[in-house]
């Protein structure tokens, strides 16, 4: 099962992410999780410290095929497989893969290239993988989530965020990609605001599987730079993103 999280930046891709992971830990499934936005911060969210990353392995072996040190014969994308597989960090609980991007000032849409690549080869390894995207909508027009089962689509209750989330709905079919299932979850939700909200989400077509509510603990783990995994269980974030994954049958 192939679980993709996207939607406008800055709308809530990571603490889904990370709540998600955290949600399907107990279920004796075996987790991949993969940061795929360059600037990223699914690790801290998850309270990991990453070495390696894919932008990472990619440099090497660039340096590498021009050092000559790659022996004649070699296929060099056996050895990036083996070299990716190699950076997946691994934990009691999940492991994980950071794309990130190349050094200097090269385009990360190569690293970014490889991820269909790089799921394929993991999919039959994990019962679950679940990807915290780029912002914005080119992880559709590269296709790099194209593959994905359930795509969950991120929005705050910006008119812009709302605006990405139909496109993102809007783009797929364009592109001819059809999730097995999409759906719509709307992050930071002020209570006393929450029906006129969902009446303007609802104009865009998506199903709205879940609602997060705006919480002080959230910014608050946030800026002090604490793991969100370790949110509160009973705090709200955690309860709406509990009955996501039992709505998707996901244990
Ligand atoms: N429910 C919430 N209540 C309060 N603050 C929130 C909530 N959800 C997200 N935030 C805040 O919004 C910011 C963005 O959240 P997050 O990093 O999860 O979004 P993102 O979509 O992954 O962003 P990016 O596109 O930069 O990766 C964070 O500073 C976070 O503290
Ligand atoms: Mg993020």
Redesign the pocket.
């Known amino acids: 099962m192939i679980i993709a999280v996207s939607?406008k930046?800055?709308?809530?891709?990571?603490?889904?992410s990370s709540l998600l992971i955290k949600s399907l830990m107990g279920s004796s499934k075996d987790i991949l999780a993969i940061d795929a936005?360059p600037?990223s911060?699914l690790p801290e969210a998850l309270g990991i410290s990453v070495e390696r990353t894919v932008g990472d392995v990619r440099e090497e072996l660039k340096k590498d095929t021009a050092a000559g040190n790659i022996p004649s014969g070699a296929n060099k994308w056996d050895i990036l497989d083996y070299k990716i597989m190699e950076s997946v960090m691994e934990t009691p609980e999940f492991d994980l893969l950071v794309m990130g991007r190349p050094e200097g000032s090269g385009c990360y849409c190569a690293v970014n290239n490889m991820l269909r690549k790089i799921i394929e080869t993991l999919s039959s390894n994990y019962d679950i993988i679940v990807i915290?995207t780029e912002?914005g909508l080119e992880h559709l027009s590269r296709r790099t989530t194209q593959n994905v089962d359930i795509m969950l689509v991120?929005t705050d209750t910006s008119k812009r965020g709302i605006l990405t989330a139909q496109r993102i709905g809007e783009l797929s079919k364009e592109l001819d990609i059809s999730f097995k299932e999409l759906h719509l979850i709307v992050?930071?939700v002020k209570l006393d605001k929450e029906d006129e909200v969902l009446k303007k989400v609802s104009e865009t077509g998506l199903n709205v599987i879940g609602t997060?509510?705006?919480?002080?603990i959230?910014?608050e783990y946030?800026s002090e730079g604490k793991p969100l995994i370790n949110l509160p269980d009973d705090s709200n974030?955690n309860a709406a993103i509990s009955k996501i994954v039992n709505s998707l049958n996901l244990k």
């Open positions: 939607g930046g800055g709308t809530g891709k990571t603490l889904v936005d600037d911060n915290d912002a991120v992050n930071r997060i509510y705006e919480d002080e959230v910014s946030d974030a």
